[in-house]
């Protein structure tokens, strides 16, 4: 077996331990003559699963009592429209803070739903910063705020939650789950897709205030009712049972290696390795992200020509260093540092860039 560094944005690289203990129980699962995915989502053995999969998200996030915690189908994209669905309509009010492609994207589904505001844009900037809190008018009468924590195109991260005066905050963490801590006092509702953080695509992990939950519309569609999914513990219907299982081991391993703690002090180490080695170029490799809005996840800088990208991306290929190609909409180079990535890539992929530009400088 010969795995290389994988740094693309999504689906992206999961824990070797996760991934190699799925291939041990793939076949027969626990000496149960059968795989976990061929079972029953209504049985006994599979049940353990999913609750040890909500079991361990409420414990590494400190999920407080007062939210659920579910598993819905449709990834990320389905809440841009979930979400206006369950508390816009017409007339309702709700403020966008669009600092990338994905706050974007979800105001575009939410416009078609309700009053979608923008309170902020920042795509003169080319979505090269995250605006301050002085910058910030929330409308008196929104139902909630959406965010974007982690733009995972544009590469750049809330460092922290805004202060939205007490209103709703949904936070679209995609890319940047169980990479941080959640403040509880601000964020009433997040969601992920599964793919970077978590496990296989398939699903979206969401974490709701109830007490938001029951403000959700119930006329509508079952599979869009937050309610309906909090009640049934995410077994209304059939789940990706694969996702979930694969979940449940991804965070057996983030427990295993000491919690979130230790994937924060590994996240710190791997990104300030990698932006210096890009600030430590004399201007070669260029970020064109304001320094304090930087990710940690999705690191993106630029080469001094688009012919000198095509070239670094080719043989870092060949290197064993894969996916660095950034998104098809804003070019350049994309490293996504998730949790799963060892330092080690990320020592490889430096070593890599210094070569490269002795050898292209
Ligand atoms: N939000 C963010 C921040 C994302 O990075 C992505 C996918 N890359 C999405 C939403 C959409 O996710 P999905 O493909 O799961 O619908």
């Not at 915690?69 to 429209?81: H, P, R």
């Amino acid at each position: 077996m010969a795995r290389i560094y994988n740094f693309s944005a999504g689906p992206s690289i999961l824990p070797l331990p996760a991934l190699e203990e799925a291939q041990r129980e793939l076949v027969e699962y626990k000496s149960t003559g059968m795989s976990l995915i061929e079972m029953s989502h209504r049985g006994k053995i599979y049940d353990e699963v999913h609750n040890e999969a909500i079991a361990l998200i409420k414990e590494i996030l400190q999920v407080p009592d007062e939210y659920a915690i579910l598993f819905i189908q449709g990834g990320a994209t389905l809440q841009f429209g979930m979400i206006p669905i369950a508390f816009l309509g017409s007339g309702k009010i709700a403020d966008f803070i669009i600092t990338g492609t994905w706050a974007k994207k979800a105001y575009e589904d939410a416009k078609l739903i309700g009053q979608a505001q923008i309170i902020w844009d920042g795509s003169s900037e080319r979505y090269t910063r995250i605006p301050s809190q002085s910058e910030l008018r929330f409308s008196s009468n929104a139902e909630y705020v959406h965010i974007c924590s982690n733009e995972t195109i544009d590469g750049i991260q809330w460092q922290t939650m805004p202060d939205t005066g007490g209103k709703p905050l949904i936070v679209d963490m995609s890319s940047d789950i169980m990479s941080r801590p959640v403040d509880w006092n601000t964020v009433s509702m997040l969601f992920a897709g599964t793919q970077k953080n978590l496990a296989p695509a398939g699903m979206a992990l969401v974490i709701i205030k109830k007490q938001l939950l029951e403000k959700a519309r119930k006329d509508i569609p079952v599979y869009l009712r937050y309610d309906v999914h909090a009640k049934e513990n995410s077994l209304y219907n059939t789940p990706p049972t694969f996702t979930v299982w694969m979940t449940t081991l991804t965070l057996r391993w983030i427990q295993s290696i000491g919690g979130l703690p230790e994937i924060e002090k590994r996240r710190d180490q791997k990104a300030t390795m990698l932006y210096s080695a890009i600030d430590a170029s004399n201007g070669y490799y260029r970020c064109p992200v304001e320094k304090n809005s930087r990710s940690k996840m999705n690191v993106v800088w630029r080469l001094p020509d688009e012919t000198l990208e095509e070239k670094f991306v080719k043989e870092a290929e060949k290197a064993g260093l894969s996916g660095l190609q950034g998104h098809r909409s804003v070019g350049g180079l994309r490293a996504s540092l998730y949790n799963a990535m060892p330092v080690e890539g990320v020592k490889a992929l430096i070593d890599f860039m210094n070569n490269f530009m002795q050898r292209n400088g």
